[in-house]
Every structure is written in structure tokens, then in C-alpha cells.
């Protein structure tokens, strides 16, 4: 009893703070796994958990070239504002963990920059940390999930080089297709294009060929139907081109990949075909016991989310490089009665800068913190009060 209630007065007196719960919310899982692993009968003796009850895990690593729209993907698949977007390239500095819990089953998405070359990485000066993020997140992954544009007319046709290498490395891990943005594309006709090309017309190794959520008929039927028409035009080739078009086809420079086990055709921001996506995830899971709480949707701190949601927007309001000269710290963070009290600075690197950032009368700066706050709204789901201040590297900050 005196131990019971020295623990009290001493959790009273102790203040815990972020890094704290995180560890408590840790012991939690951990208690929580181990109890889960053997419950004890009326005799003292152990019973083990049916199997179909058991807890499953599944880790997937969310990897593409930038803009694919990877993040916002991500947000639409678990339903949950957790990874910050925008219209510009490299939104994502570093990989994060969205996590989707349905059932007795955990699914772990992580969320990654895009594959950049050498040119792209001298270009924005970004650091080793960036690159090597995709890389760590797969290494930590089941699954690859690899994200395809088709609203880019110019590159929809292939895969890009650095993503082709990165899949090369990793070929020992099952990776799926999944093509985004099919909104934007006036004729469905070209989709099959697209994935002959990006599957090196190997789609009877494909089980799910065909555009999900709106097949009418059976998977092997559309796979029968796919194969008919790559021989079709196969044939046709032959019969107008001869036999040396053929071979000279054989020797052009690989623009696909033959391995994937799965595509799905859908678009992030009109919400086609993102449940057929999480129900093949949940169904690659594997008896293991979670990681995280079935009430958390990311491993990122509240802190970090306000910092990148800031950053997200000054993408998108502000031309050109601008955004990407800007420095984005948090000033103050704290939870009262309900509601999300926070500022952020934004060191500019000049004056000139500085007063393209507020705007005239600090119209843009308040525009910025606007749209700022919504999204922390729709990322808590509490009431946000959310100051947005302006200083020059150097110098005081200014409003």
C-alpha cells in the first residue's frame, strides 16, 4: 500500500514530457506483446492465442520519382493527414512511418523522398541523409511499393534509370506497381500501354492485370484478354516490320521492370482503386506482434509536423527557389484545454526575400498561415492557434 502510493506522489511530481511518453507508449507495446504471446489458464498453465487472432504486421516501403504523389497517396490510404504535400518536388526531406491498423493487422507505410540523380542532388544541395533514406526504408520493409506518374506525358512510358537500379539492388524483396494520377488521363487506352512498357509485357506473371475497383470480369479473364492483345500486336509487328525490327528491338535499353507481382491503377486525390491498395497490403501481413498503438497514425512528433507542414506550404506559395532558401524552426508547442497553441519562424536568407514572404500588408504571410492551420486542424483534429513570423538570417524576427 506504501508502495502504491509513493508511486503516485512521485508520478505526480514528475513532468513528462514528449521524449518520456514516447517511451511509456514503447514499455506499453512492449507489455502489450508479451501478455498477447501466452495467456495463462484457471489450472496456471499457459494457453497460446488462435492463430487468425494473433497480431500481424506488415512494413511496405512507399518509393518513387518526386511528385509522383507519393505523399499524398499515402494520406488517402490511411485516411489521416500524417505526411506533408505540396506541388513542388522533394516536400519529403526524410522518411516517415504512416501506420494503419484494421483488424488484428498493422500496416507500416513509409513514406519516402524521391529517387534523385546526381545532377538533382548538386542542383537543391541536398544532403547524404536524403538520399539515403529510400534505401534505409527499404532495407526495413517487406514490401516495395513503387509509385508511377502517367499524368507526365513525356516520362509515363518508362521508368527512370535511378529507379530502375534501386530496384535491381532490392530484387530479392516482392515489389508491386502502382500507377497514379490515372484522373488525369483522357483516354483509359493508354494505360495498357503504360504497363507493357513499364513490365517488360510480362503480364502473366500479373495477377491483378486490369483497372481495380472497376473490373467486371475475373482476374484471369482480363490476364487472358491482356496476354491476347500483346501477342495480337506482337503478330502485327511481325507481319508489317519483318524479323529485323525484332531484333533490333531486343537490343534497346531496359525502360520496365518484369518482377512485379501486383498494379493497381488509381488516383491519389479522387480516391480510385486506394481500397483494393489496402487490402493486398493487410493481406502480405505476417503474424508478429505491432509496433505501435492501434490509435497511432505516424511516428512523427507534433513538433515535426507543424514544422513540415509550414515548410509544405511556403512550397506552394512562394516561386521558384525561393521556398527552398527558407529555414523553418519551432518557437513554442503546447496542448491547453483542447486546443493546439504553436508559432514558427522562417528565416529568410535576405530582406528582399523577407518582404516577398509577408507580401504587401502581410497578405501572403497570413494567406500562408491559413492554410497552415487548416491542415494542422485536419492533422490533430483539435482546435489550432498557429503564429507565422518572418526574420532575416542574422537579424531579430519581424512579423
Not at 184 to 204: A, F, G, P, Y
Request: glycine share 6%.
Amino acid at each position: 500500500m506504501y508502495d502504491l502510493g509513493l508511486a503516485v506522489m512521485l508520478l505526480r511530481r514528475i513532468r513528462i514530457g514528449p521524449t518520456n511518453f514516447l517511451g511509456l507508449q514503447h514499455c506499453q507495446r512492449c507489455f502489450s506483446a508479451r501478455l498477447s504471446e501466452n495467456v495463462p489458464n484457471e489450472d496456471g498453465t499457459e494457453q497460446s492465442i488462435p492463430k487468425e487472432n494473433a497480431e500481424r504486421l506488415i512494413k511496405v516501403a512507399i518509393i518513387g520519382m518526386p511528385n509522383a504523389g507519393k505523399s499524398t497517396l499515402i494520406n488517402r490510404l490511411i485516411d489521416q493527414r500524417v505526411c506533408p504535400v505540396s506541388a513542388k518536388v522533394h516536400t519529403t526531406r526524410k522518411a516517415s512511418k504512416a501506420i494503419h491498423s484494421k483488424n488484428n493487422s498493422q500496416a507500416v507505410l513509409f513514406d519516402t523522398p524521391g529517387l534523385v540523380g546526381s545532377r538533382e542532388i548538386k542542383k537543391h544541395q541536398l544532403d547524404a541523409q536524403f538520399v539515403s533514406a529510400c534505401r534505409h526504408a527499404i532495407q526495413h520493409s517487406r514490401m516495395i511499393g513503387v509509385v508511377h506518374d502517367v499524368s507526365n506525358s513525356w516520362t509515363r512510358h518508362a521508368l527512370n534509370p535511378v529507379l530502375l537500379r534501386v530496384l535491381q539492388e532490392y530484387v530479392h524483396i516482392p515489389s508491386f506497381l502502382i500507377l497514379n494520377k490515372i484522373d488525369t488521363l483522357k483516354s483509359k487506352r493508354i494505360l495498357l500501354d503504360i504497363v507493357k512498357n513499364v513490365t517488360c509485357n510480362q503480364l502473366e506473371s500479373i495477377s491483378n492485370y486490369g483497372p481495380v475497383g472497376r473490373r467486371r470480369s475475373s482476374k484471369a479473364k482480363q490476364a487472358a484478354l491482356a496476354e491476347k492483345a500483346v501477342q495480337k500486336e506482337k503478330q502485327s509487328m511481325r507481319g508489317e516490320e519483318g524479323k529485323e525490327p525484332a531484333e533490333h528491338g531486343s537490343q534497346q535499353p531496359v525502360e520496365g521492370w518484369p518482377h512485379f507481382t501486383e498494379i493497381f491503377m488509381v488516383s491519389a486525390m479522387t480516391g480510385d482503386g486506394l481500397r483494393e491498395v489496402m487490402s493486398f497490403v493487410h493481406a502480405n501481413s505476417q503474424q508478429q506482434p505491432w509496433e505501435h498503438l492501434a490509435t497511432e497514425h505516424t511516428d512523427q512528433s507534433p513538433e515535426q509536423l507543424i514544422v513540415q507542414s509550414v515548410r509544405a506550404r511556403l512550397l506552394d506559395f512562394m516561386p521558384q527557389e525561393i521556398p527552398y532558401q527558407l529555414q523553418t524552426e519551432l518557437e513554442y508547442y503546447e496542448v491547453v484545454g483542447g486546443r493546439v497553441l504553436t508559432s514558427a519562424v522562417v528565416t529568410c536568407p535576405n530582406d528582399r526575400i523577407a518582404r516577398l514572404v509577408c507580401g504587401e500588408s502581410n497578405g501572403k504571410l497570413r494567406q500562408i498561415n491559413e492554410q497552415v492551420t487548416s491542415d494542422l486542424i485536419e492533422c490533430f483534429g483539435m482546435p489550432v492557434l498557429l503564429t507565422i513570423t518572418t526574420r532575416v538570417r542574422s537579424r531579430e524576427a519581424k512579423a
